[in-house]
């Protein structure tokens, strides 16, 4: 397997990507407040967005089997605030280090497999090099009952010194009125 970085994706993987995107993060759409699912067009315009970096992974096929976004352009990102993390971490900022991982995608085939932890390593090399931060936000459904915020800190805190908080928490609330019995 071989992991390819990729600043403008072909069209034919972003075809292919958003099957597999679609078919991950629809789920999301009942289990998560927030919008979780690009549309196509959405999908698209961020794989050829130069400022975005996209991982892509290869099996020996040469099939693309995994795809992660990650950039250091925060304005990329449309639901976070850039001047959050600019004031939290001004140093990093003044020498652009400040990243954000978007999404991840692993093709079923795959899951389990070498394929999302060959991307970590380069991520983790990256920002153990630039001496960055990384922000990422994980939807409470994928933090509480799929464990996924433990399972990226088990596997980063294994290759570098680092220190992961929460940030931030988005709580939506729902006010549901019910009529009033009539007298």
Not at 29 to 43: G, I, K, N, P, W
Not at 49 to 75: H, I, M, N
Not at 96 to 115: E, K, M, R, W
Request: charged residues 25%; proline residues 4%; hydrophobic residues 45%.
């Amino acid at each position: 397997m071989k992991v390819v970085v990729e600043r403008e994706m072909p069209a034919d993987l972003i075809e292919g990507f958003y099957g597999l995107y679609r078919e991950a993060f629809e789920p999301l759409r009942t289990r998560a407040a927030a919008r979780h699912v690009l549309t196509a067009e959405e999908f698209a315009e961020e794989m050829v967005d130069a400022r975005v970096d996209k991982y892509v992974v290869y099996d020996r096929e040469g099939r693309a089997v995994a795809l992660t976004t990650f950039t250091d352009d925060l304005r990329t990102v449309p639901w976070i605030e850039p001047a959050y993390y600019a004031a939290r971490f001004p140093e990093q900022a003044a020498r652009n280090a400040i990243f954000y991982l978007g999404f991840t995608l692993v093709h079923p085939d795959q899951q389990g497999g070498p394929a999302f932890a060959l991307t970590v390593v380069q991520l983790v090399h990256r920002l153990v090099a630039s001496g960055g931060v990384c922000a990422y936000d994980i939807c409470a459904y994928n933090d509480t009952v799929r464990s996924l915020g433990a399972e990226i800190e088990k596997a980063v805190t294994a290759m570098a010194d680092v220190t992961i908080v929460g940030s931030d928490t988005q709580t939506y609330y729902t006010a549901e009125f019910h009529a009033r019995a009539s007298h």
